[in-house]
């Protein structure tokens, strides 16, 4: 059975660093993308990014760029999301996703992590 | 265009069915596949629809997905209680190299 498990919900003052995880099981880690998105409090689905697992080849939304790094651990089968200087926007569920099949569309979707960034 | 846009809300009664469409452009839904997913409330996206209209294991085959030029729908049969939550349709954009999410749609059974 295909299962991603996110680390725990978070929370920051603005300005912290953080990183959030992502383990993958059930299937070859490095055969599928791992995708990452955001849902800000009531909002809809944005795309944040993806990396490859068998060479760490990343793509980054446009509104994201800069701002999050996305890196992956090959030999624990983990991503991640980090975050060098967080600001309170930043508050948000955050939900790894690998495709179903072939591609890079999520199919596949942990069960998110809650990032609250707050004074 | 760097979104996918569906109406903010459909709405029918046990047993109707509702469509919900999902407009792109030619580089997202024009040459890429389209995706669907149900968010219950407090829980995670799960697909429903992948390749424009096939049905992962375990979804009903209320739930049946289709596309054609740059524009895909959702229709939803036999609607149920169960099936009220916010549905989201996907697809890859080539001009953007990145994937889009549609704005999506609020589905309430009255």
């Known amino acids: 059975e295909v299962q991603l498990v996110q680390s725990g919900a978070e929370l920051k003052k603005p300005g912290e660093s953080l990183r959030i995880s992502c383990k993958g099981s059930?299937?070859?880690?490095?055969?599928?993308?791992i995708n990452w998105v955001r849902q800000m409090p009531g909002k809809g689905l944005e795309w944040m990014g993806r990396?490859?697992?068998?060479?760490?080849?990343?793509?980054?939304s446009p509104s994201f760029q800069g701002h999050v790094t996305i890196s992956v651990d090959k030999s624990t089968s983990t991503a991640y999301l980090q975050w060098t200087g967080l600001t309170t926007s930043d508050t948000a569920i955050y939900y790894c996703?690998?495709?179903f099949g072939s591609g890079s569309v999520p199919g596949y979707w942990g069960q998110g992590t809650l990032v609250t960034v707050s004074t | 265009q760097s979104v996918l846009t569906q109406p903010p809300s459909a709405s029918g009664t046990p047993g109707q069915r509702v469509t919900i469409p999902c407009s792109g452009s030619?580089?997202?839904?024009?040459?890429?596949?389209v995706y669907w997913y149900q968010q219950l409330p407090g829980t995670a996206p799960k697909l429903v629809v992948y390749?424009?209209?096939q049905r992962p294991p375990g979804v009903p085959d209320r739930f049946s997905g289709s596309k054609s030029g740059t524009s895909a729908s959702l229709a939803i049969t036999g609607l149920r209680s169960e099936d009220e939550a916010d549905y989201y349709c996907?697809?890859?954009?080539?001009?953007?190299?990145?994937?889009?999410f549609g704005t999506g749609t609020r589905v309430t059974v009255l």
């Open positions: 030619s580089s997202s839904i024009g040459r890429n596949y």
């Open positions: 990396i490859d697992p068998s060479d760490s080849r990343t793509n980054y």
């Open positions: 996907a697809a890859w954009d080539d001009s953007l190299s990145g994937q889009l």
């Open positions: 996703a690998r495709p």
């Open positions: 059930g299937y070859i880690f490095t055969d599928y993308w």
């Open positions: 390749r424009n209209n």
